[in-house]
């Protein structure tokens, strides 16, 4: 079950029940703080929906004053608010770029380790000296590309890891991402796992085979995904991980939590 917590005219959330009993007994939500999920007719208090755990809250006191009353704790800051400023298209665009800009160079010293630029001029010498006979070229042809594939294929995967590893990491981004100040989240504005991130690159590789549509969906649909984010349940939004850091990494004392 998913629970909306309400605190200043803003909805915080979904988060996942035990996380939110996890937060009450730890004193880091308050049971006053109104909370909802589907089924309910009504917001409620935490301390009605989760009464065990509201019982053993203990109160979060100002640390330079212990004499304070409570205040209430810190709520993430992943809000509806937050989940529909989604980035668009040439932002994504230019991220895009910047990426490629950045595997280029560790692309182009994969290619002179495996000798593509020495099968580039075989296969043009081979070419030239085929006279217009097909099967030579052909020939050729194959033992070019039997001899970059390793090249290639190494390039591809680098790609992959590198898309997936940094959009699973704590940046949620890659560097391009990171450079225009946007990240990739789950459809709650969660950080994605690393299988999830790894679906993600070939299904922009589906979004290209079709004429490039996919990646043009981001023009026009409603949350500005591409085909590859409908595919894999992802958003685009604008806004660094780290503006969110209190969501989303645990927390170590009673200030904030973990999303």
């Not at 203990?58 to 980035?87: F, G, K």
């Not at 591809?156 to 959009?167: H, K, M, N, P, R």
């Amino acid at each position: 079950m998913e629970v909306w917590i309400g605190r200043d005219g803003e909805r915080h959330g979904p988060y996942k029940e035990d996380d939110v009993r996890q937060w009450l007994r730890s004193g880091q939500v308050s049971p006053k703080d109104l909370a909802w999920y589907e089924g309910l007719a009504d917001w409620q208090p935490l301390s009605v929906l989760f009464p065990d755990e509201a019982k053993a809250t203990p109160p979060p006191l100002d640390a330079s004053n212990p004499y304070a009353a409570p205040t209430a704790p810190l709520l993430p800051q992943v809000t509806t608010a937050a989940l529909e400023d989604h980035a668009g298209f040439w932002k994504r665009v230019g991220a895009y770029i910047l990426d490629a800009i950045i595997l280029y160079i560790p692309q182009l010293l994969i290619q002179k380790a495996f000798g593509v630029d020495a099968a580039k001029e075989t296969l043009q010498q081979a070419v030239l000296n085929a006279g217009g006979d097909m099967q030579l070229v052909m020939t050729a042809q194959q033992q070019f590309y039997a001899a970059i594939w390793p090249a290639m294929l190494l390039g591809l995967v680098l790609g992959w890891l590198y898309f997936a590893l940094c959009e699973s990491s704590a940046w949620q981004a890659t560097l391009g991402k990171l450079a225009l100040g946007i990240r990739v989240t789950d459809l709650q504005g969660h950080r994605i796992s690393f299988p999830r991130a790894l679906g993600r690159y070939p299904a922009k590789i589906l979004s290209g085979l079709i004429l490039g549509i996919g990646f043009l969906m981001v023009a026009w649909t409603q949350r500005k995904q591409g085909l590859h984010d409908m595919i894999v349940g992802t958003l685009v939004l604008n806004g660094r991980a780290s503006e969110f850091n209190d969501a989303s990494r645990p927390a170590a004392s009673g200030s904030s939590f973990s999303a």
